[in-house]
């Protein structure tokens, strides 16, 4: 395991006008941006992370576009609003459309470390009882692992797989690959995020790419879990790789380690 716990933080994409996804932006005030996104994955939930103002204008059509991108492929997800500063009307009208939005898709979004000003704002409005709020990150995504509201839910009797792997790309060859094998998987690109999954759901197995580190508790932790579950290694290599090889060999060494689990 010490080859597998090396250098990198949970993956995430800060978007400030969506670049590669949307092409719209958050216009800077004073060389100040006024909307920072930051967005992560963990299993199938999706965390947006709100930094700044989320206010009529470029912010709330920049939260509204990216929303509406993650509803492509996501259904549940979760709206971290421990740094927003201000919102005004457009913004919470926004979040409602947004929150709309994902319902219709059958998926829902939930909300949480909801800063004192905001609940106040939510509580006036009367959309308190609308959003369900939650005061952690861990406690949002355990309440959607509670609930049906997920992208490409399992077949019945399928083996549960989590992969931590923190390239993109890695990741998304993984998840495709194994749920066209029959599994059900769960991604996740950081140690932490892993132990949240991990405590709220079970699984049969563990893929671990290369290159995860964590600070040395939540290390410790990590390895004392994974004690109880079979786990496999990708090493270094793995992703450059032939990607049919690298399948077949995936496969046949992970059917192996579950027939013996």
């Known amino acids: 395991m010490s080859q597998t716990l090396k250098t990198l933080p949970a993956a995430r994409f800060r978007l400030t006008l969506l670049a590669s996804r949307c092409n719209l932006a958050t216009q800077p005030t004073g060389g100040r941006l006024k909307l920072l996104l930051e967005t992560r994955e963990v299993g199938r939930v999706t965390i947006v992370r709100c930094q700044g103002r989320i206010v009529a204008g470029g912010e709330v059509e920049t939260l509204r576009a990216h929303i509406a991108w993650l509803l492509r492929d996501r259904r549940a997800i979760v709206l971290h609003l421990g740094d927003v500063v201000f919102i005004d009307s457009s913004g919470l009208g926004t979040m409602v459309r947004a929150l709309t939005s994902t319902r219709q898709a059958r998926g829902d979004l939930k909300l949480c470390d909801v800063p004192e000003h905001i609940r ?125 090889h690298a399948a077949s060999d995936l496969l046949q060494k992970l059917s192996t380690r579950l027939q013996t689990a």
């Open 120 to 244: 106040k704002v939510l509580a006036l409005s009367h959309l308190n009882k609308l959003f369900e709020s939650h005061d952690t990150e861990d406690n949002a995504v355990a309440a959607f692992y509670k609930t049906p509201a997920q992208a490409a839910p399992a077949a019945p009797g399928s083996r549960s797989l989590l992969c931590l792997e923190r390239s993109p790309d890695v990741a998304a060859y993984l998840r495709e690959t194994l749920r066209n094998a029959g599994y059900d998987v769960h991604t996740s690109s950081s140690l932490r995020d892993a132990l949240i999954l991990m405590r709220v759901t079970h699984f049969d197995a563990l893929l671990v790419g290369p290159g995860l580190t964590a600070a040395s508790a939540t290390e410790k932790t990590f390895r004392d879990a994974c004690a109880k579950v079979p786990v496999i290694e990708l090493g270094p290599e793995f992703s450059t790789q032939d990607a049919g």
